[in-house]
């Protein structure tokens, strides 16, 4: 039976769980986003975190710092925040411009307030198998997602296709943590479609559109879609959001899928609020 892995479903029940967790706590989990320029992907992500942080009665503080900040002075707001106690949380909305050293910057932010889990601090625990470290956020969606519509992983052919330190690595360890038999392929991999193919469970963060059709996929598969780019239709006009898998070519062949938007998109900002009300309950 083909499903489609709806992630507005999941994230809503996690707005639900989060706000009563919120409602019995001192004080109100606050986020701060620090963003540098005025990219407009940006923009629309960050809206996106201060709709759910509404929702479940959170803060964020939204500081946007110009496209010529100095390295020195975007670590002294990052500490600045670090010793706030009224600030759970921090990320850094990435991208970051190239005169910015991005992972000295990400490096300055507390581990206990990463709440994208970017900082060495958390990756390593992860990496470890120690498994107390705060988990990237989309890795963690992807995870919380399967877990959602059932589908084990544990004995499973997972295969990756992407591997940035932002998702592709963590969501191959995540679901490797999780006793999945774990390939990651990228732009050096020959013969993609043979690698695709014996996937259980396919996950393809590449911001390449339809990169995965009919040819890459096969029976019984489940798909989780990340990609995430801005196109325009060809018959309206319009702009539009599409993953990196042709969904009409492969609907008809895999098992599930998750789609673009509504997917991986709303499961990553529910489980960034997951690490935030976590550290609060911790802090
Ligand atoms: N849904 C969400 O919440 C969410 C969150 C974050 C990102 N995204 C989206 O996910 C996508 C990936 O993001 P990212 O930050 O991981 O991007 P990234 O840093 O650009 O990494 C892309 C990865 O895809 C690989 N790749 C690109 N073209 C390929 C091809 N033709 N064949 C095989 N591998 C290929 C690259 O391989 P090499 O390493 O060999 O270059 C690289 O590892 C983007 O569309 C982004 O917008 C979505």
Not at 28 to 57: H, M, W
Not at 105 to 130: M, Q, R
Not at 198 to 210: F, M
Not at 236 to 261: C, L, M, Q, R, Y
Request: proline share 5%; with cysteine; aromatic share 4%.
């Amino acid at each position: 039976m083909f499903r489609i892995l709806d992630g507005k479903i999941v994230r809503d029940k996690i707005a639900e769980n989060l706000a009563k967790r919120v409602k019995k706590l001192q004080v109100k989990p606050c986020l701060a986003i620090i963003q540098v320029g005025d990219n407009p992907e940006s923009n629309t992500y960050i809206r996106q975190k201060k709709l759910f942080a509404e929702k479940i009665g959170a803060m964020v503080i939204h500081e946007v710092l110009p496209f010529s900040v100095s390295q020195k002075d975007i670590a002294g707001k990052i500490r600045k925040f670090n010793s706030d106690k009224k600030i759970h949380g921090i990320i850094v909305q990435i991208p970051l411009p190239k005169t910015l050293d991005k992972d000295a910057v990400i490096e300055t932010i507390d581990p206990a307030k990463d709440v994208d889990g970017l900082t060495s601090y958390n990756l390593k625990l992860e990496w470890v198998g120690k498994r107390t470290g705060i988990i990237p956020a989309t890795a963690k969606g992807i995870q919380t997602l399967l877990q959602f519509y059932k589908i084990p992983v544990g004995d499973k052919k997972v295969v990756v296709v992407g591997r940035s330190a932002l998702v592709g690595k963590p969501t191959a360890l995540l679901l490797l943590n999780d006793n999945a038999t774990v390939t990651v392929c990228h732009k050096r991999t020959k013969n993609l479609s043979e690698e695709t193919k014996l996937a259980d469970i396919l996950v393809v963060a590449t911001g390449h559109p339809k990169l995965i059709g009919k040819e890459h996929v096969s029976k019984n598969q489940t798909i989780i879609d990340v990609g995430i780019t801005s196109v325009v239709d060809s018959k309206t006009g319009e702009k539009k959001v599409v993953g990196d898998v042709d969904f009409e070519a492969v609907k008809n062949i895999v098992s599930g899928i998750s789609p673009v938007p509504g997917g991986v998109g709303p499961m990553t900002v529910a489980s960034l609020f997951e690490n935030l009300v976590d550290s609060a309950e911790k802090q």
